[in-house]
Structure formats: C-alpha cells, structure tokens
Nanobody
C-alpha cells in the first residue's frame, strides 16, 4: 500500500488549502483513513479520520479543526482534507494515514498514531 499526499503550500491567515491523498498498490483491507500533522518541536497529532468504505458514515475531527476542516473520500482511492480559515497554528507537516487493519483505530475512525499505520511522505502547510 502506498499513500501519496499533495496540495500543501503557503497561505495567509484565513486562506484555504485542499490536501489530497491517493492510495495505490495493494488494496487497503482496513476501514479507516485520516490525517495527522506535526509542527516543529511538537508531537504528531491526529487531525481527522473517515470511514473510507462508506465515506461520510463515520467522521472524526480534532477539536482544534472542527468547523474549519472537512475530510472526505471519493468512490475510488482518493481522500481529501479541505482546510478553510487557516491559522498560523495550523502550520505543520501533514501526513495521510490508514489503519493497518480493521479495528486498529476506533469504531468512529478517530485516528491513532500506531507504529504500523500506513503513512504517506507528508506535505508541508505553512500559514503566515
């Protein structure tokens, strides 16, 4: 399984960006995918998660992004993170992730930072 992110960049406070994650290779057998971020000097944190097999049936957001970020997944193999009203504290490297097997995260697809998650390479978001 390969996860490839794109869409990062630099924006001003209040701006918007959309991150994209394409999963390719061997089919995912798990149910949940999500986004994490890591700012310099800070631990990696979960941002949002989604039950990708039935997009929208279960979604989780961190309190810090609730109402500003929207996670979605198309009917094929692409997950998105629409980020609106960006703030300087959103500056971080953003990582796409998938649980390694069904049930590794929780039933609401709240992302958990497991060593054996599938991970993308990351895409940088800078808000100034």
């Amino acid at each position: 399984v390969q996860l490839v992110e794109s869409g990062g960049g630099s924006v001003q406070t209040g701006g918007s960006l959309t991150l994209t994650c394409v999963h390719t290779g061997r089919s995912l057998t798990s149910n949940c995918m999500g986004w994490f971020r890591q700012a310099p000097g800070k631990e990696r944190e979960a941002v949002a998660g989604i039950y990708w097999r039935s997009a929208g049936s279960s979604i989780h957001y961190a309190d810090s992004v609730q109402g500003r970020f929207t996670i979605s997944h198309d009917t094929e193999n692409t997950m998105y993170l629409q980020m609106n009203n960006l703030k300087p504290e959103d500056t971080a490297m953003y990582y796409c992730a998938a649980e390694p097997y069904g049930g590794s995260w929780d039933s609401h697809c709240q992302p958990y930072d497991r060593d054996n998650n599938y991970w993308g390479q990351g895409t940088q978001v800078t808000v100034s």
